[in-house]
Structures are given as C-alpha cells and as structure tokens.
C-alpha cells in the first residue's frame, strides 16, 4: 500500500512535469525555435531530420525519407534501429514516450565516444511534439510495428503493436498546429535545398524527399559517395578549376575533421563551414584555425622552393583565399554555438585541432604534389599584386570624392525626406520601368534609381573595375554608404531599399547579380533587414467593370474559377514592368498600403551568391531526380 502510494506519487511528479515543459514550450514557442514565421515552422523538420541523421552518423542507418503529405503533414522516416519502446523502470514510459514528451530528453541517448548530435536544433523532438495539434510515431523494431499517436503533445493511448515486420526503423509524422504558425505551409524547395546540403555532409547516407501534394508528385534523392568532396566539386560546377579537388578526413580527439578544397579563377572567396552538420553561417573557432593554417604554409612552401626572396612580404590571409572554394565539416561532442544567430562554433579546441591537423596535411599535399603547388602559389601571388593595384585604383577613386554624395547621380530622382527611417530607394530595372516610376511614385518618401542593362558580375571583378562601373558606382553613392574598409551602415539614407526587376529571366537574371552584390559588399544592410524585392503582379485580370491583379498563377486559376458563369474574363499577362503606367505601377507594386514585398534573408542572397541560380534553374523543370555522386566520377556530377 505504502509501496503504491509511493509510486503513484512519483508517476503525478513526473506527469505534472511534463505538461508543464509542454506548456512552456506552447506559452512561449521562440524561446525554443527562434520564431513562429516560416522558418520556425521549418525548424521542426531539421529537429526532427536531425534525429535520423544522428542514427546514421552512428552507423545504424543508411536511407531517411521526408516526405511532405497531401494533408499538409510531414514525415520522417528512417531505417535505423528504431526508437526503443522498452519500459523504463522508473517513468513506466517508454524511451519512445520519454523523448516525444520530456524536454531535452532526445540527449540521454547514445553513448560510447563522442556523441555527435546537431546541437543547435537539438532542443528535442518533443518540442516539435508540443507545436502539433497532432504527432504519430511508428517504431519497427523485434518484428513489430509499434505505433502511438499525440495531440498537442499529450499521448493519446498505451503504445499499441498494430502488425509485423521484418525491417527495423522509425517513422515520425507530426501536423504543425496552425495557432502557433503564421504558417503551416512547408516549402518543397527550402526542404530540398537544406537536405541535399545535409546529403553532401553525411556521406554515404540516402536522402528521398518526396512533396505528395502536388497533383503529380515532385521527388529528389541525394547521395554523395564523396561527401563534401563532391560538394566542393559541385559548388565549382561552372567554374575554371585549378587542380583537383584536395580532400582530407582525419579523426582526432575532439571529434572529426573534414575538408574539401579546390581554386577557381573567381575572385571571391567560398567557404562553407559546419559543426554536427549545422551550417555555422558565422564562422568560428574551425574556421580561424583553417584560415591561419593556411596562409603559414602557403607561405612557408613558397619561401622554400624560392618562390618568395627574402625581401618579399608574406601574402595576406586574404591572396591565399582568393578564388578559393573550400567546405570545411567537424564533428564534436560539446559544440558551443555563439554569435547572434547561434551559428558560430566557439570551442578554441577546434581551432588548434584544425590548425594542426590541416596544416600538416596541406604541406604535405603540396610537397607530394609540386606542380599543382606552383600552380596554387602563382595563383595566390597574382592576387596579392592585383589587390595591390586594385587598392591603389580605389584609394584614387575615394581620394577623388567620388563616392561621397556630394553630388548625386543624375539618374537619381531622390526623394524629399531625409530621414532614413520613412525613406525608401526603389532600383528598377530599365529606363522605361524607370520613368513610369518616377511619375507613379510618392516623391515625399520613395526615390527611384533606373539601372541600364546589366550590372557587373562582382564574382569575377576586383575592386577597381566594381568602382568603375558606373550603375554599381551610382547606387553605391546614392544608398550613401560607401565599399570597402570605407563602408558605413550608419550613413545608409534609405531604410528600404527595394528591388524592382521585370517577371523574367532577364529580371531574375538582374536580381542575382544585385543580391550577390549586396551579400559580397554590403551585407549589413540584409542583416539589418533593409533588403526587399518588389512583387508586380504577372496578370491583370477584368471582368465588365470588376479589375484584378494577381501575382502568382495559383491565385490566377482561383480567380477564373470564382469568375466562370460571368462574361468571359480579359486577361492581360504583364512580361515587363514598362508595360504598366505609372498609376498602375504605384497600384500594385509601389503602394505602401497595398502592395506585396519580400524582405531578403541572408539565405536568399547566398544562395544567389553560391551560384546555386544555375543549378536551381535546371533543376526546377525534371520532376523527378535522383541526384547522386560516386567518388570515382566526381568531376562529372550526375545530375
Ligand atoms: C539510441 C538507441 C537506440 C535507438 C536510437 C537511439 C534511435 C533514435 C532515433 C531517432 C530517430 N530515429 C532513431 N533511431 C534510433 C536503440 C539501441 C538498440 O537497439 O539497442
């Protein structure tokens, strides 16, 4: 009796606990994941992917499939051990039930070594639990099927065996809850573009994705016998290479280290650094170590071989990264994630384990490899004598005032408020676009610069010819802010900068080469959130008196469909923007009240800048791909 008591206590203690970590979680779902915008909504998936992933990076697992359901659900199945359904003596729960439920529990699992787990998501699957009005777990596992259903993270019965099996697993399928999200509507390529990297980080792991919500169904599977040395291989795709592409993968102490490099003819520098497969967009500790490991024995090989006398300087971190493509992956027990995303790895262990690690290896790689080392280090001692006169060409053009403001473009109609805050600049795509916005425009706050043609490429410029150009030259003096060491948010005169291009590939074309812009050389601005593109509507469509514009053709087929049974509706569909007057242009696109805009996201202009565009665009066409590497044909993605 005492006994029972006892336990019964202990069970209330325990039940109590749990409803209120779900109710924390529920009270206050930022606190847990960030936000409850889209991207919110999309941390449930990477925590959830993250759990999959951690079975296979432990060797239990080889194949995940995510599959977005027609109901607006998503499941994430592996082919792992399965979750344990087995009692725990104390709780009288199941592990199964103990992760889905209590906070932070997902962490009592593992064991042996380091354990790597993606320690930035991992706030635990039971908070993906608590944010569903409904969550279904299966296990497979000792022949059985064991399935157990939630709803707002509460059980709803015992865990109950519903069939038989031979193969073992897990399958996690949960329905975000629609009062905690602005919304519930995953985004197919959001999730495709984040798996396919998380495939190149786990090599030898398959990743289906699967979107079962489209009439025909959309599918991609990601597998990478090379791991990141296909990543590099891709990233490089439509570049001139030097060399192959150097790969080591060493374990140490601290965990594992992976990386993947190879030199291009850019001259922009991408490095794509991760800690537990979590994009560590900041940097860190990984990165400094790689970085200064690099620049000393670049240097040392070429004071050795006498490619550098006694009385040249060293070249700078910056020359030996020019043109460099490099994706760098560790894999520790305890990553401390710092910075103001949370995506800067801090732990100084790594930075000496890959300063040491790498280093050694890349002296040796050279020394093994003398030709492409000269080619390497006359690669990098042109960049140095290029930044040089690069530097000299722009200190002429600053020394000059040329970009101080003191006279303003001529193409620029400016706007008459000088208060950054209730001022925006809208860049617009050719002169006609241009003029019609100008005179569509509210002169008190919205200035207009019209762009002719297409802007440089700043991938394959340095900075003396980006301060040649002049439509670069005259939106630099126009947002008044400045390039370089010069550049200063503070004297930024419009707090929305706004993106106006035609619904083209031309347009698109142009957005690209603006975004790559601003993420190379004036990436506060995106951060700061200041960035937007303009959202015209692509038809104009009337019925008698009644005029609509739409902006996306699912809202065009709603809309006929709501019209059918009156006159035959008139539909204009709008190629350009010149092909709107002024008024019609302030309408739709330029009306603070009522128009549609979206803020760019420091993952939208990478992926410009990743020249992920190109890949992108062909991939959007196939419905069906089955993306997949082996190392032996590296050079020749399949794809
Ligand atoms: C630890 C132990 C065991 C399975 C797992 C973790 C596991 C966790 C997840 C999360 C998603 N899928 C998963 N699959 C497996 C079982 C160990 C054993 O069988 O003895």
Not at 182 to 208: H, M, P, W
Not at 541 to 567: H, N, P
Request: aromatic share 8%.
């Amino acid at each position: 009796m005492a006994d029972n008591k006892k336990q019964t206590q202990e069970y209330g203690a325990d039940q109590i606990q749990v409803l209120e970590g779900l109710e924390a979680v529920r009270k206050r779902p930022g606190m847990y994941i960030g936000t409850t915008d889209v991207a919110g909504l999309h941390h449930l998936i990477w925590e959830v992917v993250d759990n999959a992933i951690d079975e296979a990076m432990a060797g239990h697992c080889n194949h995940v499939w995510v599959t977005i359901h027609e109901d607006g659900s998503l499941s994430v199945r592996d082919n792992g051990r399965g979750i344990p359904i087995e009692k725990h003596k104390k709780t009288k729960k199941s592990a199964l039930e103990t992760v889905l439920t209590v906070l932070h529990a997902g962490g009592k699992f593992g064991g042996g070594g380091y354990k790597v787990s993606g320690g930035l998501h991992g706030v635990g699957v039971s908070v993906v639990n608590a944010l569903s009005v409904k969550l279904s777990a299966e296990v497979w596992r000792n022949g059985n099927r064991y399935y157990q259903e939630y709803d707002m993270g509460v059980a709803k019965k015992e865990l109950e065996i519903v069939g038989d099996t031979e193969e073992t697993g897990t399958i996690i399928r949960f329905w975000p809850d629609k009062k905690v999200f602005e919304t519930t509507d995953f985004n197919f390529q959001t999730v495709v573009t984040r798996l396919r990297q998380q495939a190149y980080l786990t090599k030898g792991v398959t990743i289906s994705v699967i979107d079962e919500r489209l009439e025909r169904e959309d599918k991609y599977r990601f597998y990478f016998e090379g791991g990141i040395k296909s990543y590099v291989a891709h990233l490089n795709k439509s570049k001139e290479t030097f060399g192959e592409v150097i790969y080591m993968d060493r374990e140490v102490d601290e965990g594992m280290i992976e990386i993947a490099l190879q030199y291009t003819n850019s001259f922009q520098e991408h490095v794509f650094t991760f800690a537990n497969t979590i994009h560590t967009t900041e940097g860190g500790m990984h990165l400094t170590g790689f970085k200064s490991a690099l620049t000393r024995v670049v240097n040392a090989y070429g004071r050795k071989n006498g490619f550098l006398k006694e009385k040249d300087p060293n070249l700078t971190s910056e020359d030996v990264r020019e043109g460099l493509t490099t994706v760098l992956s560790v894999k520790l027990g305890d990553p401390q994630f710092e910075g103001q995303t949370k995506s800067k790895l801090g732990n100084p262990e790594m930075r000496t384990a890959v300063e040491s690690v790498f280093g050694e290896f890349l002296q040796e790689y050279l020394e093994e490899n003398p030709n492409e080392g000269k080619e390497i280090f006359a690669k990098c001692s042109l960049a140095a004598r290029a930044r040089l006169a690069a530097r000299a060409a722009r200190d002429t053009v600053i020394r000059k005032g040329a970009l101080d403001g003191l006279t303003l473009p001529g193409k620029l109609a400016d706007c008459s408020s000088k208060d950054p805050a209730n001022s925006e600049l809208f860049i617009v795509e050719g002169d006609s676009a241009g003029g019609s916005a100008k005179q569509g425009r509210n002169r008190e706050i919205q200035a207009i610069l019209p762009l002719r043609g297409k802007i440089l490429n700043v991938e394959h410029a340095r900075m003396d010819r980006i301060l040649g150009n002049n439509e670069i030259k005259s939106l630099i003096i126009a947002l008044g802010i400045g390039i370089g060491e010069f550049f200063d948010i503070e004297k930024l005169r419009y707090e929305r900068v706004v993106i106006m291009t035609d619904a083209d590939v031309d347009g698109a074309h142009i957005r690209t080469l603006l975004l790559t812009l601003f993420y190379r050389y004036f990436l506060p601005l995106i951060e700061n959130g200041y960035l937007y593109i303009a959202q015209p509507p692509l038809y104009k469509i009337s019925q008698g008196k009644r005029v609509e514009y739409v902006y996306t053709d699912d809202a065009k087929e709603e809309l006929l469909k709501e019209m059918e049974g009156g006159t035959k509706p008139n539909i204009q569909r709008y190629k350009g923007l010149g092909e709107m007057n002024p008024k019609q242009l302030w309408e739709t696109t330029m009306d603070p009240e009522t128009r549609r805009m979206l803020r760019v996201t420091i993952d939208d202009a990478e992926r410009a800048d990743k020249v992920f565009d190109t890949l992108m665009g062909s991939e959007v066409l196939p419905r069906k791909k089955f993306i997949q590497t082996h190392a032996k044909r590296v050079k020749n993605l399949d794809i």
